[in-house]
């Protein structure tokens, strides 16, 4: 996800920068060529407080999931810096509690929820579901939460609501990333921002997530609660939520402003359409050597497809 430009910086830093992102870009190409080995030196993640859910079959592939400790120590998180292994690292100074996610916009109710008040509203579900991400890798996790449709009924859309905007916390104090002085910064505009359309927010496998692996959801994958869409690549499922807004527009995205022509609004995973610098056509499962075929949609093709009916999605990427 790394991209040249770096607005924020003054013409005679910008060169620095370029250097050092480039510099790490390609170690992150060599790191998942190899066995994984940010993973194997990242320190083991603690045990988070056990969370219970229903297992959802119909809604979970059969894979093995990837093991625990890689899903919690290659992440992307920008707003703890570049590297796969920083969100580990750095997201103990994220505090997941006290939380609200704002809920408005073109809404009949809007409203604030307190993070548990949430998860008591709606009992949460066990779903494994793949996860690709834009770069070439995937994951299989067992997500814990709920869909998102049944939040948004609650509030009620209006008839003037086309797209669901979805915001990141924005707090340099707990995201390092966020500071003007941080070192690995990325050139994204915060808060995160991410959006989709108003019926693939409301698609059954859209899931609010609130916990992984049995588990609240560690901080480096997005607590409390972060949004997961398994047909699209993942920087689509934006992290650590404060608010969920109903709009009459398409939002403009946080990877969208920084690369409007390589990170797309609708982002459907198509191995058919490359990324401008390098193809989608395979990826690799963190924890195996080979390469295999991208699926389109992610795997979810029988579900999603439908959704983009008659739409041009080389155009629409
Ligand atoms: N706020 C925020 N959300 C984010 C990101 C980010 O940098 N910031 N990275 C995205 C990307 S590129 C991916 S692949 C997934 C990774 O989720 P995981 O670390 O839980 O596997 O989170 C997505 N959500
Ligand atoms: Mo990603």
Redo the contacts with the bound molecule.
Sequence with gaps: ?LIRKAPRFRSSEITDVKAYLNRRSFMAGAAALALTPSVARAAAPAPGRPLAATRSPAFSLSEPPTKFEA??T???????GVNKDD?ARLAGSLKPRPWAVQVDGHVARPKTYEIDELIRLFPPEERVYA?????G?S?I?PWIGFPLASLLKRVEPTGKATHVEFT??LDPAQFP?QRPSFLGF?S?EW??I?GLRLDEALHPLTLLTVG?YGQV??N???APV?V?VPWK?????????VRIRLVAEQPRT??EKAAPHEYGFYSNVNPAVDHPRWSQATERRIGEFRRRPTLLFNGYADQVASLYAGMDLKKHF
């Design positions: 996800m899903a919690t290659y992440n992307n998180f920008y707003e703890f969100p996860l690709r991400c834009v770069e890798w994951m996790i990141t916390l990333g990325s994204l808060p995160y991410e992984m959801l560690p480096q994958n997005g972060r997961v690549y993942g920087f689509k499922s934006a992290k650590s939520l946080a990877w």
